[in-house]
């Protein structure tokens, strides 16, 4: 990106030894060059809103396109499990070789009058070789079941949406504090480019001194000391900015690292204000939550299905085919080929299922206590968590406050220090001194002002708001 190598370069000239009296008059020059190059840089990048960057998340990344995938997945399998309505059709074809034929005893004395009345005789039955072929249809009437399984599929289903939601929620999240560590960054490296010039003056001033020997070298080494510290913290902000520029492209599913050379918008700190309202209950709004609740549910359609066990099933049941009977291995034999169907009412009545239906049932209402009991639990954490987030807010928008009073004093104390300096009424210690709280000022500023938005992300994400950033 040319806002980095333009970084670099002036990192490198401002440290160069032999570029301090080349700097002495052109360095506010060159300080407003490089605002100037920020602006006229960033006006040539793509502006990424906030909106877009979740956006792109949901649309680029891997992990959630395979999320939805599987609901996808989920939705055919609902779908099909109504196809057990539709009547159940097969072809069915046996062909039997019977070694030992089954043998019955009749009483032939009841058919002829030749033999006692007792008389009985041991007749086989059948031919050692049958065939059957037809076709069964068996149309389901009444099966409780089905609507059972249906019932639970669709709640699986929207499970793994309240789960897929759940991902992108937590990516919308990450993506938002990413987007609003760039801008701090970004805010960052032009304070510490502001602060360089400034840290550069009182360097200047001490040097002036110095060279004229009025002045301690260790004075003039704390005057270095400050400025260097300065030039790091730009050095380390422009390389955090990168870093965090690669891992929004991550977030958003980007693979071509080029891409990172992106504007934030900067409008989003007056669109979504730090503003908050009266916290909202953590329900359905939030897709941990509702997972929780759908799962509760989803263990009482299952028990349900457990009884329906017991519960008869009626179906209609035809056959229509043909059997076979011959005593030698002639499939085709003619004159042994005998017509077969019917029609009928098929009813089945469960009574035993080789296992424990009451300790199912039991166990399935446990799970739905605990479902029950881990969604009461989570819902108590997030309105903790969007409390605690609240009066975070509110602590820290009131040190902000005091600070910027603070930071605006200091720099008007250096500018007079500054001025006093070059006149021969300040110390050079005091001067140094003022440098060094300004930056140690500066630094608690940045770290609460992150702090703020962190705390308005955790905010929205606690009460179930969050969606406000892509919606």
């Known amino acids: 990106m040319s806002i980095d190598y333009s970084f670099k370069w002036v990192i490198k000239k401002i440290s160069k030894k032999g570029m301090i009296c080349c700097m002495q008059r052109g360095n506010s020059f060159i300080v407003i060059a490089i605002l100037l190059l920020l602006s006229v840089t960033s006006q040539s990048q793509n502006t ?14 891997l992990n959630i396109q395979a999320g939805k995938s599987d609901l996808l997945i989920r939705r055919l399998q609902t779908e099909a499990l109504y196809r057990k309505y539709w009547p159940q059709v097969s072809l069915e074809y046996t062909y039997l070789y019977n070694p030992i034929l089954q043998t019955s ?19 086989k039955f059948g031919t050692t070789w049958s065939q059957t072929a037809g076709v069964t249809v068996i149309q389901p009437l009444i099966d409780l079941s089905i609507p059972r399984h249906i019932d639970e599929a669709k709640l699986q289903e929207r499970i793994t949406a309240a789960s897929q939601g759940q991902s992108e929620y937590e990516l ?25 010039n400034r840290t550069f003056i009182s360097y200047k001033l001490l040097y002036d001194k110095f060279d004229e020997r009025r002045l301690l070298k260790s004075d003039l080494n704390k005057s270095l000391i400050n400025h260097n510290n300065v030039l790091q913290l730009l050095k380390d902000a422009q390389s955090e900015l990168i870093e965090d520029k690669v891992y929004m492209l991550f977030l958003t599913g980007e693979t071509a690292v080029e891409r990172s050379d992106f504007a934030i918008d900067t409008s989003y700190t007056k669109l ?13 709004a939030i897709p941990e939550l509702l997972q929780l609740e759908l799962q509760a549910q989803l263990a009482g359609e299952q028990t349900k299905s457990e009884k329906a066990k017991h519960l008869p099933v009626l179906s209609m049941k035809g056959f229509l085919g043909a059997n076979q009977y011959t005593n030698n291995f002639n499939p085709i034999e003619a004159n042994t080929w005998f017509g077969l169907s019917y029609v009928g009412i098929d009813l089945k009545f469960p009574l035993l299922f080789g296992e424990n239906l009451q300790k199912n049932i039991r166990i399935l209402q446990l799970q739905t206590n605990q479902y029950n009991q881990q969604k009461a639990d989570k819902s108590a954490l997030y309105t903790k968590d969007a409390t605690t987030s609240k009066l975070k807010m509110e602590r820290v928008m009131s040190q902000l406050a005091t ?6 004093l200091s720099s008007e104390s250096i500018a ?21 709280s300004l930056q140690s000022l500066k630094a608690e500023y940045r770290m609460n002002k992150k702090q703020l938005w962190n705390s308005w992300l955790n905010y929205l994400k606690a009460s179930g708001q969050l969606s406000v950033l892509w919606k």
């Open 48 to 61: 990424l809103t906030l909106n877009q960057a979740i956006n792109n998340g949901f649309s680029n990344r």
């Open 272 to 284: 979504y204000k730090l503003t908050i309202s009266g916290i909202p209950p953590a329900t359905k």
């Open 105 to 123: 005893i009749l009483p032939i004395g009841i058919f002829n009058a030749a033999y006692p009345a007792d008389a009985t005789m041991s007749i």
């Open 172 to 196: 919308a999240f990450t993506i938002a504090q990413t987007y609003i560590e760039i801008s701090l960054q970004e805010s960052k490296i032009i304070s510490a480019i502001a602060d360089t």
């Open 416 to 436: 007079i220090t500054q001025a006093r300096f070059a006149e021969g009424q300040e110390s050079a210690s005091a001067l140094n001194l003022e440098e060094a």
């Open 403 to 408: 600070q910027e009073a603070n930071l605006a």
